[in-house]
């Protein structure tokens, strides 16, 4: 039997396909939901890990819905970091390999690069002050540990916590059903398959580096150009194009980064790099999920 492994969070739209994948791999994996381990309570989370000790846990558990943690920052914290805080403790004690999904949110989008493992954090919202006291509390609690910040996540499950499909569906959606879109062209990032960070964590559950990994599909765009290359896709005309996605600001109120493209300097030292630029990550993705 390979190694046991445990998945946090594995109901959500990135823990879906990271346990279909290893457990397609033959690995075998638990997926407790959030009812059988409730990161929030210190004493679920230790009587869980304890009574199985996996040898590897990937925590996927996470509150990102930005307007959510502006309003509520104390359950933010409690589940972005304090909970973080209490299982990278626990997986220290019985020396299980722990990975911690982040984001890009962590930087305040100045850099007009993409950000590197080395670049300075400074979130401007609650949500990446909470996944960066989450990252610290693991870098300073467990040295077997290791961050991976993930980044504009799509994927075939709904995200749990926003209760919506992503991004890339919905437009495709809308697209399809002939609505108008106003997308932001302003805000940068880098677009990433959940099934090809699935894919990854093959990889890095297997050699276990430590520290901070970037892990993204490799590239950037903005929204407007993401939803043009997904209209594209559907074969639209350019002049369809033009009518159905019109350039806009975005009408959230909470403050994100203008640029958090992310590259993935890490993955490629470690010669680990199995991420494909964002295109072609997004017409597979788009070929194998239909509506
Ligand atoms: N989505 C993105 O675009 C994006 C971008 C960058 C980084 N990330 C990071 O990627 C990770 C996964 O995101 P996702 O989009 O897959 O999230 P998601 O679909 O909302 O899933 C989150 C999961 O966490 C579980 N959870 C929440 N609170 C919990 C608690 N107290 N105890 C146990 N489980 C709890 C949820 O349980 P239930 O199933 O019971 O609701 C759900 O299964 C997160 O760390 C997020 O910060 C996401």
Redesign the pocket.
Known sequence: MKHLGLV?????????DIVRNFRKLGYTVLS????E?????ASSLQKFITEYRPQWVI???????LEFCEKNLNTAI???AN?VNTLAQICAKINSYLI??????VFDGAKGQPYLETDEPNPLNN?GVT?LMGENFVLEKNGNALIL???????S??????GLH??VDRMRQKLILGEKLTVNKKQNMSP?S?IEIANQLISLVREQPTGIVHCVNNGFTNYYDLTYQIARYLNFTPSRIRTQIIQGETTNWVRRPLNSALENRRLNELNLNSMQDWEIALHEYLKVNTL
């Open positions: 946090i969070g594995a109901a959500g739209m990135l823990g879906t407790p939901t959030r009812g381990i409730d990161i929030s309570n925590n996927c558990a996470a509150k990102h819905d409690e589940i972005n909970a911690h999904i982040s984001t890009d949110y949500y996944k910040r993930v980044a504009a996540l799509f994927g499950s709904i995200s749990r916590d926003k992503c991004f990433t959940t």
